[in-house]
C-alpha cells in the first residue's frame, strides 16, 4: 500500500512551468490537480527527486502544464451588477487581476474565468498581448428590473477582422462557452493560423459502457442454533453484468460514478448434514440493480481501483431442499454491499475481484442463513 501511495503521489507531477514576474521561464514539475476554481497556489519541484515548493500564485504571471492546461493572471473590470439612482445606465466598475484558464490557443486564444470574484467571464487575447474582456451580464435597476447588460458582439466585430462575411458571424453569436470556441477556432483558420485545445475534455464526464462477464464462488451457512443444527454449503456459479461509469472531471478522473446491473446464478450441495443425513441442496438466482463508487491508483500502462456498490436485489429467488426439514424458498431479500480491487489495462479491460456481504432471514423455517459471495469478473469497455 505504501508503494502505491508512493506512485500515486509521484503521477500527479508533471512537466510544465511558470513565467515569473520579471518573464523568467521556469521549467520543472507541476502537481496537477485539474483546478475547478483558479488556483491559489501551486506545488512544484524542479525534478522528480527535489523537494517540492509551494509558490502563491501572484508569484507568477502564467503557469503550464504542457499540452493539458494554461493559466494567466489578466487585469479586467468586474462590474457591479446592483445599479443606483446616480449610476445612470451604466454599472460601475473596479479594476481586478483574475488567474484566467486559456481553452483555445492560437494567433487569437480564447480564455475563460469562473470563480468568486465576478460572474463567469470570456477573455479574447491576440497574440501581440492585447486582449478584450468579453462584457455580457443581468444588472439590476434602482426599480428592481433585471435586464442585460451586452457589448460583446459589437466590440468582440472590431476586436477580430478577418472577411466581411465573418463580421456578420460574430453580430450572431451568443455568450455562450461553445459558440465563442467555435468561432474563436474559424477565425484562427479564416487567419490560416494553428490552434490547439487545452483543458476542454477534463471538464466533462465521460460514460463508458463495461459488459462484465466472470465466476463466483458462493457459500451459504444454514444455522439453528436452538436444535443445534449449522451447516455449510458452497458452490460455482456465474455472472453477467453491464456497468455504466461515469468519470468525474477532475483529480486526472481518478474518482466514477457507477450503475449496473447484475445476473448471478448458482448450485450447490452437501452430501451430509446435521439431522439431513441425505443432504442439503441449494439453488439461487438474482438480479441486482447496483449503485456505486470507484477509485482509481494511476500507473503507467494501468490503473489499480478500488470499488464499494450498494446493491438492490430486483429479483431473488433461493431454494434450500432439505433431506429432513421442508423446502425453504420464501427468502427476504436485502439489499448486498460489495467490496472490489481491480485492475484497469489499456484504458479497455477491467479485471476485478469483489465481494459480496449479505445475509436472509427465511420465513418458512426457524433457520438463519447467512451468504457470502466472491466474485471474479473480466470485462470491456466499448465506449
Same mark, same amino acid.
Given at each position: 500500500?505504501?508503494? !502505491?501511495?508512493?506512485?500515486?503521489?509521484?503521477?500527479? =507531477?508533471?512537466?510544465?512551468?511558470?513565467?515569473?514576474?520579471?518573464?523568467?521561464?521556469?521549467?520543472?514539475? @507541476?502537481?496537477?490537480?485539474? $483546478?475547478?476554481?483558479?488556483?491559489?497556489?501551486?506545488?512544484?519541484?524542479?525534478? /522528480?527527486?527535489?523537494?517540492?515548493?509551494?509558490?502563491?500564485?501572484?508569484?507568477?504571471?502564467?503557469?503550464?502544464?504542457?499540452?493539458?492546461?494554461?493559466?494567466? $493572471?489578466?487585469? !479586467?473590470?468586474?462590474?457591479?451588477?446592483?445599479?443606483?439612482?446616480?449610476?445612470?445606465?451604466?454599472?460601475?466598475?473596479?479594476?481586478?487581476?483574475?488567474?484566467?484558464?486559456?481553452?483555445?490557443? +492560437?494567433?487569437?486564444?480564447?480564455?475563460?474565468?469562473?470563480?468568486?470574484?465576478?460572474?463567469?467571464?470570456?477573455?479574447?487575447?491576440?497574440?501581440?498581448?492585447?486582449?478584450?474582456?468579453?462584457?455580457?451580464?443581468?444588472?439590476?435597476?434602482?426599480?428592481?428590473? !433585471?435586464?442585460?447588460?451586452?457589448?460583446?458582439?459589437?466590440?468582440?466585430?472590431?476586436?477580430?477582422?478577418?472577411?466581411?462575411?465573418?463580421?456578420?458571424? #460574430?453580430?450572431?453569436?451568443?455568450?455562450?462557452?461553445?459558440?465563442?470556441?467555435?468561432?474563436?477556432?474559424? =477565425?484562427?483558420?479564416?487567419?490560416?493560423?494553428?490552434?490547439?485545445?487545452?483543458?476542454?475534455?477534463?471538464?466533462?464526464?465521460?460514460?463508458?459502457?463495461?459488459?462484465?462477464?466472470?465466476?463466483?464462488?458462493?457459500?451459504?451457512?444454514?444455522?439453528? #442454533?436452538?436444535?443445534?443444527?449449522?451447516?455449510?454449503?458452497?458452490?460455482?456459479?456465474?455472472?453477467?453484468?453491464?456497468?455504466?461509469?461515469?468519470?468525474?472531471?477532475?483529480?486526472?478522473?481518478? $474518482?466514477?460514478?457507477?450503475?449496473?446491473?447484475?445476473?448471478?446464478?448458482?448450485?450447490?450441495?452437501?452430501?451430509?448434514?446435521?439431522?439431513?443425513?441425505?443432504? /442439503?441442496?441449494?439453488?439461487?438466482?438474482?438480479?441486482?440493480? +447496483?449503485?456505486?463508487?470507484?477509485?482509481?491508483?494511476?500507473?503507467?500502462?494501468?490503473?489499480?481501483?478500488?470499488?464499494?456498490?450498494?446493491?438492490?436485489?430486483?429479483?431473488?429467488?433461493?431454494?434450500?431442499?432439505?433431506?429432513?426439514?421442508?423446502?425453504?424458498?420464501?427468502?427476504? %431479500?436485502?439489499?448486498?454491499?460489495?467490496? *472490489?480491487?481491480? !485492475?484497469?489495462?489499456?484504458?479497455?479491460?477491467?479485471?476485478?475481484?469483489?465481494?459480496?456481504?449479505?445475509?436472509?432471514?427465511? *420465513? %418458512?423455517?426457524?433457520?438463519?442463513?447467512?451468504?457470502?459471495?466472491?466474485?471474479?469478473? #473480466? +470485462?470491456?469497455? @466499448?465506449?
Amino acid at each position: 500500500m505504501l508503494f !502505491i501511495n508512493i506512485l500515486y503521489g509521484q503521477v500527479k =507531477f508533471e512537466k510544465g512551468y511558470y513565467l515569473t514576474k520579471n518573464g523568467e521561464k521556469v521549467e520543472g514539475l @507541476i502537481m496537477n490537480e485539474e $483546478w475547478f476554481l483558479p488556483p491559489e497556489f501551486i506545488l512544484f519541484k524542479n525534478s /522528480i527527486d527535489s523537494k517540492e515548493i509551494k509558490i502563491e500564485s501572484e508569484k507568477f504571471t502564467e503557469f503550464s502544464i504542457y499540452n493539458q492546461l494554461k493559466y494567466k $493572471w489578466f487585469e !479586467i473590470n468586474v462590474y457591479n451588477t446592483k445599479l443606483t439612482e446616480e449610476d445612470s445606465r451604466k454599472p460601475k466598475y473596479e479594476a481586478k487581476k483574475l488567474l484566467f484558464n486559456k481553452l483555445v490557443e +492560437g494567433e487569437t486564444s480564447f480564455y475563460e474565468y469562473v470563480g468568486s470574484e465576478t460572474v463567469k467571464t470570456f477573455l479574447v487575447e491576440k497574440n501581440n498581448g492585447e486582449f478584450l474582456q468579453l462584457i455580457n451580464f443581468n444588472v439590476v435597476l434602482p426599480n428592481e428590473q !433585471i435586464v442585460l447588460y451586452s457589448t460583446f458582439n459589437r466590440e468582440l466585430g472590431a476586436f477580430l477582422n478577418c472577411r466581411n462575411q465573418f463580421s456578420n458571424r #460574430i453580430n450572431k453569436v451568443k455568450y455562450d462557452k461553445k459558440q465563442l470556441i467555435d468561432l474563436i477556432v474559424d =477565425f484562427n483558420t479564416c487567419k490560416n493560423s494553428d490552434y490547439k485545445f487545452f483543458n476542454l475534455n477534463q471538464k466533462k464526464i465521460i460514460i463508458s459502457i463495461i459488459p462484465k462477464f466472470g465466476l463466483t464462488y458462493n457459500r451459504l451457512k444454514k444455522e439453528n #442454533i436452538g436444535r443445534g443444527f449449522s451447516a455449510t454449503s458452497s458452490g460455482l456459479g456465474y455472472t453477467i453484468a453491464n456497468e455504466l461509469e461515469f468519470s468525474l472531471p477532475f483529480n486526472k478522473r481518478k $474518482w466514477s460514478f457507477l450503475l449496473d446491473i447484475n445476473y448471478s446464478e448458482y448450485n450447490s450441495s452437501i452430501d451430509s448434514a446435521p439431522f439431513n443425513p441425505e443432504g /442439503i441442496e441449494v439453488s439461487e438466482t438474482s438480479l441486482l440493480l +447496483g449503485l456505486g463508487i470507484r477509485h482509481y491508483f494511476l500507473l503507467d500502462d494501468s490503473q489499480l481501483f478500488m470499488t464499494i456498490k450498494y446493491q438492490y436485489p430486483l429479483t431473488f429467488n433461493r431454494e434450500v431442499i432439505f433431506s429432513q426439514y421442508p423446502d425453504a424458498t420464501d427468502f427476504e %431479500s436485502k439489499p448486498v454491499m460489495n467490496f *472490489g480491487v481491480g !485492475i484497469r489495462l489499456f484504458e479497455r479491460v477491467y479485471t476485478e475481484l469483489g465481494v459480496n456481504l449479505s445475509s436472509e432471514q427465511s *420465513g %418458512s423455517l426457524d433457520i438463519n442463513f447467512k451468504s457470502f459471495n466472491t466474485l471474479l469478473t #473480466i +470485462g470491456y469497455s @466499448i465506449f
